[in-house]
């Protein structure tokens, strides 16, 4: 498993986006967004996706983005068809357009169908957050792969939620959650390192569990919603986001098939100065932060974490050591820059 300086992994991502067929921002745009996926420890979402990503955009069948088709407007909010267009950039302009709209209307809202996969939800709203809005994205997306509380079929997406609200001290407090157990994407490392799925992720059709990344992939096991067995409270809150994201964006609610598709998303702003004064809104969660943190800890904890917090300590790490890729992913990553005409980095 080779250990890639950040720097490194940037520009060759960089070079592999070009040469696929992306405009130079764009490029940057996605390189940096997967790169910092890495950086945060959420592999999952990082540059295991690129691969993939560059044969599709070189194939025809991801396009850059370019004018937003709008379906439907009002002066707060859109609905946009993304015809195809790479997710991220897209989910990008979404989140930028719904700060702008919420800086002038109070809620600022863009929805979205007909994008390719939008990455890690956690860069998002933090954008919103640094322009005095509270940031929020949620999605109906991922593969419907999850169970419902007591069932044992694939009947719901992930449905990830992100949230990020401003602070006084230090990076924003970002919540990044999916509403099953975990991401797709996580059992897809799993796979990559050649190590079993944990215990109580998974289940076949008849509830025992499974821990072959394999049988998920091949579509004969499910998710667990988010808490497992006593899963009932991240089934609803995925059934509900299931409801907003996938009925708002025109991409349609899960079902067999969805209207659209499925796989849209609701970029959400909310302008703070229209409740409250931004620094009184900052110190408040300050407080809370403070508050949260003074708790007493378990046995074994050396300190509590604000949402995000991991993260961020996970960054300052990976920065310093470097980013570890699974031998697969490299392989595939070397083995796309010779489809591209790439000339790969020594590592």
Same mark, same amino acid.
């Given at each position: 498993?080779?250990?890639?300086?950040?720097?490194?992994?940037?520009?060759?991502?960089?070079?592999?986006?070009?040469?696929?067929?992306?405009?130079?921002?764009?490029?940057?745009?996605?390189?940096?967004?997967?790169?910092?996926?890495?950086?945060?420890?959420? #592999?999952?979402?990082? *540059?295991?996706?690129?691969? %993939?990503?560059?044969?599709?955009? =070189? /194939?025809? @069948?991801?396009?850059?983005?370019?004018?937003?088709?709008?379906?439907?407007?009002?002066?707060?909010?859109?609905?946009?068809?993304?015809?195809?267009?790479?997710?991220?950039?897209?989910?990008?302009?979404?989140?930028?357009?719904?700060?702008?709209?919420?800086?002038?209307?109070?809620?600022?809202?863009?929805?979205?169908?007909?994008?390719?996969?939008?990455?890690?939800?956690?860069?998002?709203?933090?954008?919103?957050?640094?322009?005095?809005?509270?940031?929020?994205?949620?999605?109906?997306?991922?593969?419907?792969?999850?169970?419902?509380?007591?069932?044992?079929?694939?009947?719901?997406?992930?449905?990830?939620?992100?949230?990020?609200?401003?602070?006084?001290?230090?990076?924003?407090?970002?919540? #990044?959650?999916?509403? *099953?157990?975990?991401?797709? %994407?996580?059992?897809?490392?799993? =796979? /990559?390192? @050649?190590?079993?799925?944990?215990?109580?992720?998974?289940?076949?059709?008849?509830?025992?569990?499974?821990?072959?990344?394999?049988?998920?992939?091949?579509?004969?096991?499910?998710?667990?919603?988010?808490?497992?067995?006593?899963?009932?409270?991240?089934?609803?809150?995925?059934?509900?986001?299931?409801?907003?994201?996938?009925?708002?964006?025109?991409?349609?609610?899960?079902?067999?098939?969805?209207?659209?598709?499925?796989?849209?998303?609701?970029?959400?702003?909310?302008?703070?100065?229209?409740?409250?004064?931004?620094?009184?809104?900052?110190?408040?969660?300050?407080?809370?932060?403070?508050?949260?943190?003074?708790?007493?800890?378990?046995?074994?904890?050396?300190?509590?974490?604000?949402?995000?917090?991991?993260?961020?300590?996970?960054?300052?790490?990976?920065?310093?050591?470097?980013?570890?890729?699974?031998?697969?992913?490299?392989?595939?990553?070397?083995?796309?820059?010779?489809?591209?005409?790439?000339?790969?980095?020594?590592?």
């Amino acid at each position: 498993m080779p250990t890639i300086p950040h720097q490194t992994l940037r520009e060759f991502s960089y070079s592999l986006y070009q040469a696929a067929g992306l405009p130079e921002d764009q490029a940057r745009i996605v390189t940096d967004h997967l790169v910092d996926a890495n950086l945060m420890g959420h #592999d999952s979402h990082g *540059s295991i996706r690129t691969p %993939g990503y560059t044969r599709s955009i =070189k /194939a025809g @069948n991801i396009l850059p983005m370019g004018d937003l088709h709008i379906v439907r407007e009002s002066p707060a909010s859109l609905v946009v068809d993304a015809e195809r267009s790479l997710g991220i950039v897209v989910a990008h302009k979404a989140m930028e357009i719904a700060t702008d709209r919420a800086l002038e209307h109070t809620f600022g809202a863009v929805a979205v169908h007909r994008s390719s996969h939008i990455g890690r939800l956690g860069d998002y709203p933090p954008k919103a957050a640094e322009r005095g809005c509270i940031g929020i994205i949620m999605l109906n997306g991922g593969g419907r792969f999850t169970a419902p509380f007591g069932g044992t079929g694939r009947r719901l997406p992930p449905n990830p939620i992100s949230i990020c609200v401003p602070t006084l001290n230090g990076p924003a407090p970002m919540l #990044d959650i999916t509403t *099953s157990m975990a991401a797709g %994407g996580k059992v897809s490392i799993y =796979k /990559a390192r @050649n190590q079993p799925v944990p215990e109580g992720w998974l289940v076949d059709e008849d509830g025992n569990t499974v821990t072959d990344p394999d049988r998920f992939r091949q579509g004969d096991a499910a998710m667990l919603p988010l808490g497992g067995p006593q899963g009932h409270k991240g089934y609803g809150l995925g059934f509900m986001i299931d409801a907003i994201a996938g009925g708002l964006s025109w991409a349609g609610c899960s079902s067999d098939p969805p209207t659209r598709g499925g796989s849209g998303y609701l970029a959400l702003a909310i302008k703070i100065e229209s409740f409250i004064d931004l620094d009184e809104y900052k110190k408040e969660t300050q407080r809370l932060i403070d508050w949260v943190k003074s708790s007493p800890t378990m046995p074994g904890v050396d300190q509590i974490y604000a949402p995000g917090e991991i993260e961020q300590e996970t960054r300052r790490k990976r920065e310093a050591e470097g980013i570890y890729i699974e031998d697969t992913t490299w392989d595939d990553l070397l083995s796309v820059a010779k489809e591209l005409g790439v000339t790969p980095p020594e590592v």
